[in-house]
């Protein structure tokens, strides 16, 4: 109940195309879902978070779609640049903080140019 | 504002020693973790401290691991007698409050 579910583990996207990468949680009592970004050699960095009361949040071009009632989140990256490079991590906690983060396993995005 | 900081970023030890990790929170942060991930994996909560408190050890394995964030320098993940498996990356995040984390560059611990 604790697991949260990424796909795909991998994926590889023109420059310019659309980055969509999905996660799926089990635990109702999970309140806030961050993604975050992490370059080879670095720590992740948070990306952009959504809470449950809203089903979608931009930030540039990057997106959170939310769907509660599927249990389902997932991350686009629009007008995907070669910078954008890197893996991709969902993460879920509950009690509106982020002291225990759940983390998917994780999406390696390549951006061919 | 330097980050989170850990040190070493890279450690070798051989089975049955003992590695020590250090991690200064950002400042003004009083909200330590500590994280590990496996290669190929996602991290894994490990520890939740504040300044001389153990919050959330759930994630700690029950042997040979420990974790400290005394009220002077910075916190310390200690794990004694190290064996392959403990090789991974540990990454340290901070936060002033229970809320957004900042991660380290981590600390990547080799085990021969």
């Known amino acids: 109940q604790q697991q949260v579910k990424q796909s795909p583990q991998s994926l590889i996207v023109q420059k310019g195309g659309i980055s969509i990468i999905n996660c799926a949680y089990e635990?109702?009592?999970?309140?806030?879902f961050p993604w975050y970004q992490q370059f080879p050699g670095k720590g992740p960095a948070l990306l952009i978070a959504?809470?449950?009361?809203?089903s979608e949040k931009k930030e540039g071009r990057f997106t959170i779609s939310f769907n509660k009632s599927a249990k389902q989140f997932s991350l686009h990256i629009m007008d995907s640049q070669p910078g954008d490079s890197a893996t991709y991590f969902c993460?879920?906690?509950?009690?509106?903080?982020?002291?225990?983060?759940?983390f998917g396993q994780g999406t390696r995005l390549t951006i061919n140019p | 504002n330097a980050g989170v900081m850990q040190n070493p970023r890279h450690l070798v030890r051989r089975r049955g020693q003992e590695a020590r990790l250090r991690c200064s929170p950002m400042?003004?942060?009083?909200?330590v973790y500590w994280y590990r991930q496996l290669p190929e994996e996602g991290l894994k909560f490990m520890v939740y401290?504040?300044?001389?408190?153990?919050?959330?050890e759930s994630g700690m394995p029950k042997e040979r691991f420990s974790a400290e964030f005394p009220k002077e320098g910075p916190s310390i993940l200690r794990i004694q007698q190290v064996v392959r498996g403990d090789s991974a990356a540990y990454f340290c995040?901070?936060?002033?409050?229970?809320?957004?984390?900042?991660f380290g560059a981590g600390s990547r611990l080799t085990v021969l």
């Open positions: 995040a901070s936060s002033p409050r229970a809320n957004v984390l900042t």
């Open positions: 635990n109702t009592a999970f309140d806030y």
């Open positions: 959504i809470r449950p009361d809203v």
């Open positions: 993460a879920a906690s509950k009690d509106q903080g982020a002291q225990k983060l759940v």
């Open positions: 400042k003004g942060h009083s909200h």
């Open positions: 401290l504040q300044k001389e408190n153990i919050i959330d």
